[in-house]
Each structure stands twice: as C-alpha cells, then as structure tokens.
C-alpha cells in the first residue's frame, strides 16, 4: 500500500491503467498525470482512448497550455506576451491578497514562468529577494527588455 501511494505521488501516469479502465466502463474517463505540454496530452489521447485530460502542474508557468491542447495547435509566445502576463498576474494576486501576501506568493509562479529562460536564475533570486510590487514590478521590465534587446541582435 505504501509502495503505490509513492509510485502515485513521484511516479509516472499509468497510461496502461487508464486505458484499461477507459476500456471497461462506458462513461466519460478523464485522464490524469503527466499532461505538461500539447505533446503529452495528445500521447494521452492517443494511447488511452480517453475523453479528456486534466492538467495540474503543467499550466504552472505555461497557462496557454490549455490553448494548446484545445486548438491541436503549439502556441508561442512572444517576450512581450510573457512579460505582460506575469505582470497582469502580479497586479491580480496583489489586488486579491494584498502586497504583503501576493508578493512572496508571486515568487514561486514567476519561477515557473522563466524557467529554461536565459538568465533567469540571476533574476528569480533578485525577485525572491523583493518584498514591493513595484521592485518586482521593475526587475521584470528591465529583463524582458535585455532579453528584447539580444533578440533583436540575433
């Protein structure tokens, strides 16, 4: 018993299991686990036969996921794109839990945001050194304009 509830909690979907169950009963299986990306979620289809996924940790830092996913179609997002939807999310989670709350929650999403992004740990560790909207606010600005910049140059 507690040899599956870790396999559950740090291992991968069983696709096989979901197909199974898919198979055996004959209402609407969603599946669930692993769905991070188009890819994935289409590998999950796919394979399993289901009606539908669920998505949990992969909207984390990519919530256009679910564009993707709807649309069969990759979405990319431009540096301007990103920019402005950490900064509408900044200003959302401070109008609904206040600076004191919304900044030191903000830091993990940021995190996921720019992650695989060039330089990005130099700025995760400025941010998570930030308490003020409006310095988090500002280290956002300054880098997505240095990463505008070096794109334009390539």
Same mark, same amino acid.
């Given at each position: 018993?507690?040899? =599956?509830?870790?396999?559950?909690?740090?291992? !991968?979907?069983?696709?096989?299991?979901?197909?199974?169950?898919?198979?055996?009963?004959?209402?609407?299986?969603?599946?669930?686990? *692993?769905?991070?990306?188009?890819?994935?979620?289409?590998?999950?289809?796919?394979?399993?036969?289901?009606?539908?996924?669920?998505?949990?940790?992969?909207?984390?830092?990519?919530?256009?996921?679910?564009?993707?996913?709807?649309?069969?179609?990759?979405?990319?997002?431009?540096?301007?794109?990103?920019?402005?939807?950490?900064?509408?999310?900044? !200003?959302?989670?401070?109008?609904?839990?206040?600076?004191?709350?919304?900044?030191?929650?903000?830091?993990?999403?940021?995190?996921?945001?720019?992650?695989?992004?060039?330089?990005?740990?130099?700025?995760? *560790?400025?941010?998570?050194?930030?308490?003020?909207?409006?310095?988090?606010?500002?280290?956002?600005?300054?880098?997505?304009?240095?990463?505008?910049?070096?794109?334009? =140059?390539?």
């Amino acid at each position: 018993m507690v040899e =599956q509830k870790i396999r559950c909690i740090l291992g !991968k979907a069983d696709l096989e299991v979901i197909k199974r169950v898919k198979e055996a009963v004959s209402i609407p299986v969603i599946g669930n686990g *692993d769905v991070v990306d188009l890819e994935s979620s289409k590998h999950m289809f796919e394979y399993t036969g289901v009606d539908g996924v669920m998505v949990a940790r992969g909207a984390m830092g990519t919530p256009w996921i679910f564009e993707e996913i709807l649309s069969n179609k990759k979405v990319n997002i431009e540096y301007s794109e990103l920019r402005n939807i950490i900064l509408e999310h900044i !200003k959302k989670a401070v109008e609904y839990y206040g600076e004191k709350r919304a900044i030191p929650e903000m830091r993990k999403h940021i995190a996921w945001y720019l992650k695989g992004l060039k330089n990005s740990t130099i700025i995760k *560790d400025e941010v998570n050194r930030e308490t003020k909207k409006e310095k988090v606010v500002e280290i956002i600005n300054k880098y997505f304009d240095e990463l505008e910049e070096l794109e334009k =140059q390539i």
